[in-house]
């Protein structure tokens, strides 16, 4: 068996020990006889897969009583629209635009109500996080939308903004349990796990209780939050399979040191790369020093056969799934939780290489 080293930005690499857990558990789940993937959500043994797995995040998270947490699907794609017709209680609310995930999430809103832009980094290619120092954030509007860490574009918030007084939503997607975060300074956040949690078809939803509403006419019933936080996630069949190894995976990251260790590792690897690609007279970032993402790394070489060349060279080394989003061109190496330091190391080692060869 050959294992790659894996540079996906989503569905991505997760930790081997996970997998093989999973593998062992396949034919027969805890003397079930069955797998996971055949039982009822129902069942007491499906009940205890999920409680646990919230119990879990609930700690690594440090999430707080007054904060429910939920298990859905429809992809953030869809939630794009649900915290709209949840959270913008007067039809209106404010996006920071800092690529495509948060434009898509802008444009829903802009379908349902009175969505602003309040501020954006489109000039530079979203190579950038704007000032959010004092935004024109609208007085009335229900709470401020970012994308913490822009998967495209490699580029995440340092801080978060100053939203005066109002509501934070944010979708951390792509850096979902990747460092510590203080949940109390948000409203809601949102995260699809195919990055660094589990397989595609899982979002966790993190939301403060006071904000979610009890009544919303016209909204239908699978698109209030209310349903999943009030049936645990259970109103209707949910991807047990998908939250099971979310499950094991949030027990991984515990055992390895919680969120401030999954931090401090993720820094050291994203030093690793990024120093190289600032002393490299070959290839460089494409994004400003300041605002640069520990999870996607975007880099180019300006040339865009040996992009290319660079890319299919490195597969054929164990390297996959280097080529860029078509946005930024190029390569991106996503290196989540799950990516060893040795992945980074030999991905830095092939691009010495690489430039050697190529002087
Ligand atoms: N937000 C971010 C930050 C993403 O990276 C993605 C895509 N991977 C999405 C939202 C959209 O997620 P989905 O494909 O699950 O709708």
């Known amino acids: 068996m050959a294992r790659v080293y894996n540079f996906s930005a989503g569905p991505a690499v997760l930790p081997e020990e996970v997998l093989r857990q999973c593998a062992d558990e396949m034919l027969d789940y805890a003397g079930c006889g069955m797998s996971v993937m055949e039982m009822s959500h129902r069942s007491s043994v499906f009940q205890k897969i999920i409680d646990d797995a919230e119990a879990d995040l609930r700690d690594l998270m440090g999430i707080p009583e007054n904060y429910k947490v939920i298990f859905v699907q429809g992809g953030d794609s869809l939630l794009f629209s649900t915290v709209f017709m949840n959270l913008a209680a007067n039809g209106k609310a404010d996006y920071v635009i800092t690529g495509n995930w948060a434009k898509k999430a802008f444009q829903e809103a802009q379908i349902l109500?009175?969505?602003?832009?309040?501020?954006?980094?489109?000039?530079?290619?979203?190579?950038?996080?704007?000032?959010?120092?004092?935004?024109?954030?609208?007085?009335?509007?229900?709470?401020?939308?970012?994308?913490?860490?822009?998967?495209?574009?490699?580029t995440k918030f340092g801080e978060l903004p100053n939203t005066k007084g109002h509501v934070l939503?944010?979708?951390?997607s792509s850096m979902f349990l990747s460092e510590p975060v203080d949940v109390t300074r948000y409203g809601l956040i949102h995260a699809g796990v195919q990055k660094n949690v589990g397989p595609a078809?899982?979002?966790?939803?993190?939301?403060?209780?006071?904000?979610?509403?009890?009544?919303?006419?016209?909204?239908?019933?699978?698109?209030?939050l209310k349903t999943q936080i009030g049936a645990g996630s259970l109103y209707n069949t949910p991807n047990c399979w998908g939250i099971y190894v979310c499950g094991k995976v949030f027990k991984w990251i515990e055992k390895n040191g919680g969120l401030a260790a999954m931090g401090e590792r993720n820094a050291e690897k994203a030093a690793l790369l990024y120093d190289f690609l600032?002393?490299?007279?070959?290839?460089?970032?494409?994004?400003?020093?300041?605002?640069?993402?520990?999870?996607?790394?975007?880099?180019?070489?300006?040339?865009?056969?040996?992009?290319?060349?660079?890319?299919a060279e490195a597969a054929k080394a164990g390297l996959v799934n280097?080529?860029?989003?078509?946005?930024?061109?190029?390569m991106r190496a996503s290196i989540y939780n799950a990516m060893p330091r040795e992945g980074v190391e030999a991905l830095v080692g092939f691009m010495k290489d690489f430039e050697l060869a190529h002087r």
């Open 278 to 311: 600032d002393e490299s007279d070959l290839f460089s970032s494409t994004v400003e020093p300041r605002d640069r993402s520990l999870m996607n790394v975007p880099f180019v070489t300006g040339d865009k056969e040996l992009d290319a060349e660079f890319v």
């Open 201 to 224: 078809g899982v979002q966790i939803v993190i939301v403060r209780e006071d904000l979610v509403p009890d009544d919303l006419p016209g909204v239908p019933t699978m698109l209030r």
């Open 322 to 330: 280097l080529k860029g989003h078509r946005s930024v061109g190029g």
């Open 113 to 154: 109500g009175d969505a602003v832009a309040v501020a954006s980094s489109a000039d530079r290619n979203f190579s950038y996080i704007p000032d959010c120092s004092d935004l024109p954030i609208r007085e009335d509007a229900s709470y401020l939308y970012i994308c913490e860490n822009n998967t495209i574009y490699g």
């Open 169 to 172: 939503v944010a979708d951390q």
